[in-house]
């Protein structure tokens, strides 16, 4: 359960250093706001389907930066209140759920929590990558500069 928490600390603080770089971009990048968008996204639809919720959210938008800003604060206070209502134990158990197609799944939560934190990762990458080829310095979410 330390490495899970620790991981979404991780994105937690990764997810809020790319809001303050889109935000603070002197034209906007609708590439990598869009990028941002569809992982911020996607956590809460991930987070539904932990909470046995359907979600008939789109994970790929057009959504306003400041949307995105209030995004990244419902999602970080959502998933500390979902993983301090869980314990070790609770990282095995499957869930059910259906993806945005209609067909059903099982996965572990802990298989869950792990991808979701992976997947806004791997979209960080493309956003530095957006924003390097706009001239503008890509930001560092690397987990060592994290724990650093």
Request: aromatic share 8%; with cysteine.
């Amino acid at each position: 359960m330390k490495v899970i928490k620790r991981m979404y600390n991780h994105l937690n603080w990764a997810n809020q250093r790319i809001l303050e770089t889109l935000q603070n971009l002197e034209r906007d990048n609708p590439q990598a706001r869009r990028l941002f968008s569809h992982i911020l996204s996607a956590e809460q639809v991930w987070l539904s389907r932990l909470k046995g919720e359907s979600s008939s959210q789109p994970i790929w938008g057009e959504v306003e930066i400041e949307v995105c800003a209030e995004m990244v604060k419902k999602n970080r206070n959502s998933f500390d209140a979902f993983l301090s209502s869980i314990d070790k134990a609770d990282l095995d158990q499957f869930i059910t759920y259906k993806n945005s197609k209609g067909i059903e799944f099982k996965n572990s939560i802990g298989d869950i929590l792990t991808h979701v934190a992976l997947h806004g990762q791997h979209h960080r990458g493309q956003i530095n990558a957006q924003l390097r080829s706009n001239h503008t310095e890509p930001v560092n979410t690397d987990f060592i500069t994290f724990v650093r």
